[in-house]
């Protein structure tokens, strides 16, 4: 399977602990998206890539957060200084055209 | 402000009969309409996607409407099956934009009752 992964799918840290999550798209895929969805929402937005040019950030994305995909393949996803409100499902997807293809998620708990 | 809605959290439906799920938006750059099923603890799986130049796509079971002067489209499920039991989400982009980030509803469970 040369779908989307991500890992890990779960982490449990403590509040103000920093957690890194990694995403390796498909891996013809240029475009590469990370999202975030609380329970009862939708995916919502936080960042886009194409090819390692990070070139939108949502206003969801606070400074304790931080994306990086050095040589336009796989992408990290570091929060620094965790909240109970981070908890929630990240989401990775990636694309070539119109559709996007996303990940398993990672699952955060903050305690 | 929410550009994509979906009204119904829950539609319950018999084996074989019709599903029908539906999707308002409010943002006219949106011209790339995308369905998503998900399972719990599971990323979204991509169903089916219109173009706004179009009003109808179908492929297999699924079949999406989209009515741009309503700001409306919807998802058919024919016949529906109790493996479609899930949450659907439906996505506006503006695909001529820069990033073709997805705008998400807030889904609608199906359940189908065998």
């Known amino acids: 399977d040369t779908g989307v992964s991500q890992d890990p799918r779960h982490k449990i840290t403590k ?56 040589k336009g393949s796989f992408s990290t996803l ?15 997807a990636s ?7 996303f990940g398993p998620g990672t699952r955060l708990t903050v305690t | 402000d929410q550009q994509v809605k979906q009204n119904s959290p829950s539609l319950s439906v018999q084996e074989g009969r019709i599903s029908i799920l539906n999707c308002d938006y409010t943002n006219s750059m949106f011209d790339y309409f995308l369905w998503y ?20 796509n179908e492929d297999g079971r699924f079949t999406v409407f989209l009515n ?11 016949p529906s ?4 039991s899930a949450v659907y989400f439906c996505a506006g982009t503006d695909y001529g934009g820069a990033t073709n980030k997805l705008i998400f509803g807030t889904g609608t469970l199906l359940a189908v009752q065998p």
């Open chain 1, 78 to 92: 570091e929060i620094q200084r965790t909240e109970q409100g981070d908890s929630a499902m990240y989401l990775c």
């Open chain 1, 95 to 101: 694309s070539f055209s119109a559709g996007q293809y």
């Open chain 1, 15 to 70: 509040r103000g602990q920093n957690v890194t999550f990694r995403c390796d798209p498909i891996s013809e895929h240029n475009r590469l998206y990370w999202y975030r969805q609380t329970l009862g929402q939708g995916p919502e937005f936080l960042t886009y890539f194409q090819n390692e040019a990070q070139l939108e950030k949502s206003r969801l994305l606070s400074d304790r957060f931080s994306a990086e995909r050095p």
């Open chain 2, 37 to 56: 099923k998900k399972y719990p603890a599971e990323g979204p799986t991509f169903l089916i996607s219109i173009s706004s130049i179009k009003d109808k």
């Open chain 2, 81 to 84: 099956q109790p493996g479609d």
């Open chain 2, 68 to 78: 741009k002067s309503a700001k409306h489209l919807s998802l058919h499920i024919v």
